[in-house]
């Protein structure tokens, strides 16, 4: 039963996955999300039913338009993988329960935002309120209903620190950080509270400094391309909602000696 479990949310999440990179692609253009149906963006043909199966689609077209025999970018198939993995493991450390199904929804979204700013170093402010709202959600459905109303208060501490602290930061850098980093992590503040919030923080810094410095050792960025800070940010969230606990306990503990 539990091998099951782990199978169902790996390919739901697959299935999730796909359209997240409809998402990614449609969002930024202002485009529907729902209509038209999928198709080759090189050709306009329409996809069949079993050309949208999640990465095994990829493989048994060859990486190729049945078509027009277009090249198919690989990161299709690596989003929708990288999304089953992600929240798979994501399950395996939260279990099945509300908080689960959140954060599961909060990583889809950081994964869409991710992929966008990565291209066009933007992150949609519709994604951003859509976070927001399910933030909101899960604060009354999960955090108020276990711990009471004074959970809400370093939430709202969170909400003002993240985006205030960002703020700041881009005020100093004359515009080094986005506005919508600022915003992106005034909601991640609302999700964590402020504790969690300064781990946060400090792993995205931390992330962004080693992973930086490998895309510029291996010349996939120039020194003076831009590097969005965004993607950072959701690998940050992405660890704080399944490693949040622990590593806040061991900092406390480290202090105490």
Not at 25 to 48: A, Q
Not at 71 to 77: E, L, M
Not at 126 to 147: C, F, K, M, Q, S
């Amino acid at each position: 039963m539990e091998i099951a479990l782990y199978i169902l949310v790996f390919v739901y999440s697959l299935l999730v996955g796909s359209f997240l990179n409809v998402c990614i692609y449609r969002i930024p253009r202002e485009m529907s999300i729902v209509f038209p149906g999928s198709h080759c963006t090189s050709c306009d043909t329409r996809l069949k039913a079993y050309e949208l199966i999640p990465l095994f689609s990829y493989i048994a077209l060859g990486g190729k338009c049945r078509t027009c025999g277009e090249k198919i970018s690989a990161r299709y198939p690596m989003v929708e993988l990288m999304t089953a993995l992600l929240v798979t493991y994501q399950f395996h450390r939260i279990g099945l329960n509300l908080s689960f199904a959140f954060f599961a929804i909060m990583t889809f979204i950081l994964i869409v935002m991710t992929m966008i700013d990565y291209d066009l170093q933007i992150i949609p402010d519709g994604l951003t309120l859509i976070l927001g709202i399910i933030g909101v959600l899960y604060l009354a459905a999960v955090i108020v209903p276990n711990l009471g109303f004074s959970a809400l208060i370093p939430r709202g501490i969170g909400f003002l620190l993240g985006g205030g602290l960002f703020l700041l930061i881009a005020v100093v850098s004359n515009g080094g950080m986005g506005g919508g980093d600022i915003k992106l992590m005034a909601v991640l503040g609302l999700w964590f509270g402020w504790q969690h919030l300064l781990l946060l923080m400090m792993l995205s810094f931390v992330s962004g400094a080693l992973i930086s410095v490998a895309l510029l050792a291996f010349r996939i960025k120039g020194r003076k391309e831009a590097i969005p800070f965004g993607p950072f940010i959701a690998l940050a969230a992405y660890l704080t909602s399944i490693f949040g606990n622990e590593l806040v306990t061991w900092y406390l503990t480290l202090s105490v000696y």
